[in-house]
């Protein structure tokens, strides 16, 4: 059974810094991996989509890298904003037909002005 | 072009009735997922509909159920509510291209039982 696993639970940071947030699960048999952001009451926002066969996807700030021997991903935020303050969330895709995403329950981000 | 749409927003409800929310996919999705998010277990797989059928199942009772529609829309219903069922319901909506499987999000449904 796929396990996600976010650390840390929170992280709170000044305005300009880089920062990363983990990932990890217990099975390597993903197929893919996404990254979402969601801001209080509201929805999930798709940030990143990284294939199985991918080491690592780019958008903007943002650098998402899977290393799926170790169980394993990372979210890079670089030059951190106050706009970037959100709940992160990563979620695995299993292999086998369905599009059943298994969740991490999240890193709430604060970045003070 | 439009995103995933579910309705209402908000609804609050008594113990013991049932609710049904609503999805629409973003067009051209045959996939569309559940989930239920909760301070406490977070984001739990409710069920996935692709053309109609069931094809996975969550650990719910069977209080939840669901349906989806020639149209690719879907419902969810819960019937007999508990305090417990109190949450945001989201709905997803995915299909495969070459470059994978990429879900996206509604704005959710929150439910509050009283």
């Known amino acids: 059974k796929q396990e996600v696993t976010q650390i840390p639970a929170a992280l709170s940071v000044p305005e300009g810094e880089n920062l990363v947030l983990n990932c990890s699960f217990t099975d390597s048999a993903i197929y893919n991996l996404q990254w979402f952001r969601q801001d209080p009451g509201k929805g999930l926002t798709s940030l990143l989509l990284?294939?199985?066969?991918?080491r690592e996807q780019t958008s903007g700030r943002l650098n998402a890298s899977l290393d799926k021997s170790s169980g394993r991903s990372t979210l890079y935020i670089a030059a951190s904003q106050p706009g970037d303050s959100a709940t992160y969330l990563c979620?695995?895709?299993?292999?086998?037909?369905?599009?059943?995403?298994?969740f991490g329950k999240g890193t709430k981000l604060t970045v003070n002005p | 072009k439009a995103g995933v749409t579910q309705t209402p927003r908000y609804l609050i409800k008594t113990r013991g009735q049932q609710v049904t929310l609503s999805c629409s996919p973003i067009s051209g999705h045959r996939s569309v997922s559940w989930y239920q998010q909760t301070p406490g277990q977070g984001l739990q797989f409710l069920f996935e509909y692709f053309s109609e059928t069931q094809r996975n199942k969550g650990n719910f009772p069977g209080r939840f159920s669901g349906r989806q529609f020639s149209n690719s829309r879907s419902e969810m219903n819960v019937s007999t509510l508990e305090l417990g069922d109190s949450a945001l319901y989201l709905c997803?909506?995915?299909?495969?291209?070459?470059?994978?499987?990429?879900?996206?999000f509604g704005q959710g449904t929150r439910l509050t039982v009283v």
């Open positions: 997803a909506s995915s299909h495969r291209s070459r470059v994978g499987t990429e879900a996206f």
């Open positions: 990284i294939q199985s066969s991918q």
């Open positions: 979620a695995a895709y299993h292999q086998g037909g369905s599009e059943k995403l298994v």
